[in-house]
T-cell receptor, first 111, second 118 residues
């Protein structure tokens, strides 16, 4: 069975600093996709970044990068230069056919 | 505006009521999904429709009844709910259920319906 673990229920970061949100996953499938989503208080889930299991390079999207370590089955999200608007819940997810989501990390950016 | 619209945004209903949640997308997607998000629990997949056919029912109680009349619309009919059914119900869509293999970039989610059962 597929499982996603996010060990940090809550994180604080100072504005303009970088922060790493942890994600580990468990699957026996050789082919899968890893995703990060942001959920602000409004409720919608906003896609941030994607990493395919066969991708050789770590994914980057603007201030977001994914530190993919396949052997360790980890897919940590790095947010550089944090902004106040980054305060939200962040979910790591894995997709084979359907998505499996982690429990989430609540990030609070301090001014 | 995410491209996936859910109505209503908030709903309070009694345990004997019947109500429906609506989801609409005009992204040209062929797969639509219902997820339940309860406090302090991971998102739970409820139903999947691919090309209007239900492909997954994740052991959801019969008091939740989905309907997908076309690829653009998805409904969740609710009746005789329990207080523990109070949650955020999220709708999502994607190109199709198997598109992950093509490197498709995930789902597009709606803003959700926050349901309270009293």
């Amino acid at each position: 069975a597929q499982k996603i673990t996010q060990t940090q229920p809550g994180m604080f970061v100072q504005e303009k600093e970088a922060v790493t949100l942890d994600c580990t996953y468990d699957t026996s499938d050789p082919s899968y996709g890893l995703f990060w989503y942001k959920q602000p208080s409004s409720g919608e889930m906003i896609f941030l970044i994607y990493q395919g299991s066969y991708d050789q390079q770590n994914a980057t999207e603007g201030r977001y990068s994914l530190n993919f370590q396949k052997a360790r089955k980890s897919a940590n999200l790095v947010i550089s230069a944090s902004q106040l608007g980054d305060s939200a819940m962040y979910f790591c997810a894995m997709r084979r056919q359907n998505f499996v989501f982690g429990p989430g990390t609540r990030l609070s950016v301090l001014p | 505006e995410t491209g996936v619209t859910q109505t209503p945004r908030h709903l309070v209903m009694g345990m004997t009521n019947k109500k429906s949640l609506k989801c609409e997308q005009h992204l040209g997607h062929n797969a639509m999904y219902w997820y339940k998000q309860s406090a302090k629990k991971p998102l739970e997949l409820m139903f999947v429709y691919n090309f209007k056919e239900q492909t997954e029912n994740n052991s959801v109680p019969s008091r939740f009844s989905p309907e997908c009349p076309n690829s653009s619309h998805l409904f969740l009919h609710l009746h005789t709910l329990q207080p523990e059914d109070s949650a955020l119900y999220l709708c999502a869509s994607s190109q199709d259920q198997s598109a992950w293999a093509l490197g498709e970039y995930g789902y597009t989610f709606g803003s959700g319906t926050r349901l309270t059962v009293v």
